[in-house]
């Protein structure tokens, strides 16, 4: 076999004479980032989710990770308890499978709450409610995962922000890691990226948040959301910005004529996110589509 069929059989990309061949590690973590489910009955929503769910797992993740708006919509003032469980039952008998065979840590979207409730001390109330739902520690909260700090944040706030206590346990959480730990943030709005020019808006206290993270450069290395349905890459100060589009694209619907193609919204067709997550920090961002 001589050099160049060598090298096109490994995989490598070829070389100049002046440099040394190296092979990249493989990532500690393999991780999908769906968001947006917006999960209900019509539109052969629950049946098209599962087709998603199942691609999902044939990429072999180590974990889920759910952005939010896991339901289409609990928050309208109109929607009643009856119509608010069934949207959970059906998210529920989607993920079983799911939650038979992988962590699924998810975030609080706007639209997951029921607000409608009678009275603040009903059990279904709010946030509290769908943190019981979601199966999560609480509203927010993080862990680590081979060598990486995941943070899961809560936006739904006045102004769309972190409130006080919130922003103060992500100040310590940070503070206590290692230096050059790496660092994966997901919220369910955006921090910083270009598509809060376009719709949905993102997080109103994102120049104290960018400079909180400034303070840990050697640690935070993505931020992860949603919210807007559309697709986006921002970079500042070292920080990768992903806005992964939305499964459920335009809500399950076909879309209007001012979008891309079929079930896109604007120019961002349905899909998920898969990450590659490696040991010095790096991380790549795949997005796929899907137009079941």
């Known amino acids: 076999m001589n050099r160049r ?34 999960i209900r009955a019509g539109d052969r929503a629950p049946e098209r989710f599962t087709k998603v769910l199942g691609d999902i797992r044939k990429r072999k993740v180590d974990f889920f990770l759910n952005g939010g708006d896991s339901i ?34 998810s975030c609080i ?29 609480g509203r927010y909260y993080s862990f680590s995962r081979k060598g990486w700090h995941f943070v899961v944040l809560d936006g739904n706030n006045p102004n769309v922000s972190l409130d006080a206590e919130q922003f103060d346990w992500l100040r310590n959480d940070l503070a206590q890691l290692a230096p050059n730990t790496p660092v994966l943030l997901m919220s369910h709005y955006p921090i910083l990226g270009v598509t809060p020019l376009l719709a949905g808006g993102g997080h109103s206290d994102f120049k104290a948040l960018k400079a909180l993270f400034y303070q840990h450069k050697d640690k935070v290395k993505v931020c992860l959301s949603g919210h807007q349905h559309l697709l986006d890459q921002a970079v500042y100060n ?28 604007q120019e961002t067709p349905p899909g998920y996110a898969i990450l590659e997550l490696f040991a010095d920090g790096t991380v790549t961002n795949t997005y796929y589509p899907h137009f079941y």
Request: hydrophobic share 40%.
């Open 109 to 137: 979207g706007n639209h997951d709450p029921w607000w409608a409730a009678p009275s603040k001390d009903d059990a279904m109330y709010g946030k509290n409610y769908v943190v019981k739902r979601l199966n999560i520690p």
């Open 238 to 265: 070292g920080v990768q910005y992903y806005c992964n589009g939305a499964v459920s694209g335009f809500w399950w619907e076909k879309g209007d004529a001012e979008s891309a193609g079929p079930y896109y919204y």
């Open 5 to 38: 069929n060598w090298i096109k059989s490994a995989g490598v990309a070829a070389l100049t004479a002046s440099e040394t061949p190296t092979v990249r590690n493989r990532p500690v973590l393999t991780v999908a980032h769906m968001t947006d489910v917006h």
């Open 72 to 105: 289409h919509a609990a928050d309208y003032k109109d929607v009643t308890r009856e119509q608010m469980l069934a949207q959970w039952a059906i998210w529920d008998d989607c993920m079983k499978p799911v939650r038979a065979s992988y962590d699924v840590y």
